[in-house]
Every structure is written in structure tokens, then in C-alpha cells.
Nanobody
């Protein structure tokens, strides 16, 4: 079992950048496909990005392609989400997610972090 803790959220103006981090403990991060999800008020929790165990394959939601970049450092047991050109519609709680399936299985989540708030002002 793995425990996930996110950090790096905050308030930023539209057009700005933030980098989220997700630190894992309890088991090596290299065992998992890692990803990020987000949930805006009154909406469902949606897929944002995912990265394969070794980091060679990634996938993104259409709404963030070209603006967000997911990466991982298995030696540090940490996964990142670099968010650039932020928009007010990116405002949400961002959750780190881990699973033991395939990076193509964007619907699967076995473990969640507690979430970190990202607020983008216009």
C-alpha cells in the first residue's frame, strides 16, 4: 500500500504557473502508474494527466494539453504536475492518484492523496 501527499497548490493569477508535487511513502512509486485528477465545485472528479511507471509514456486531458506537464522522479518517490498558462477554469482541488494497471487505463485509481487547492483568479 502507498500513501500520497500533495503540495504546491495555491492562488495564482490567470496566465501564471504552479508546480504540484506528490510525495509517496509506504511503497516504491515505481510500482505504480501515477496521475492527477481534479474536482471543481459541483463537478465530478476528472482525469488530468497520467504517467507510466518508468516515465516514458504520458497522457493528458484535452483541456490541459500543451499547458500541463506530468513528470516523475522515482528515486525521490515523487510525481509532479507543472501547470503553465493557467486559466480560471483550472480552479479545482487537485488529487494525486496511483494504480497498478496500465497507463492507458485512465479510469482506474487504487490510491488517492488528500488533495491540494488550486485557485486561478481572472
Amino acid at each position: 500500500q502507498v500513501q500520497l501527499v500533495e503540495s504546491g497548490g495555491g492562488l495564482v493569477q490567470a496566465g501564471g504557473s504552479l508546480r504540484l508535487s506528490c510525495a509517496a511513502s509506504g511503497r516504491s512509486l515505481s510500482s505504480y502508474v501515477m496521475g492527477w485528477r481534479r474536482q471543481a465545485p459541483g463537478k465530478e472528479r476528472d482525469f488530468v494527466a497520467a504517467i507510466s511507471r518508468g516515465g516514458s509514456a504520458t497522457s493528458y486531458a484535452d483541456s490541459v494539453k500543451g499547458r500541463f506537464t506530468i513528470s516523475r522522479d522515482n528515486a525521490k518517490n515523487t510525481v509532479y504536475l507543472q501547470m503553465n498558462s493557467l486559466k480560471p477554469e483550472d480552479t479545482a482541488v487537485y488529487y494525486c492518484a496511483a494504480h497498478e494497471g496500465s497507463v492507458r487505463d485512465i479510469s482506474r485509481v487504487d490510491y488517492w492523496g488528500q488533495g491540494t487547492q488550486v485557485t486561478v483568479s481572472s
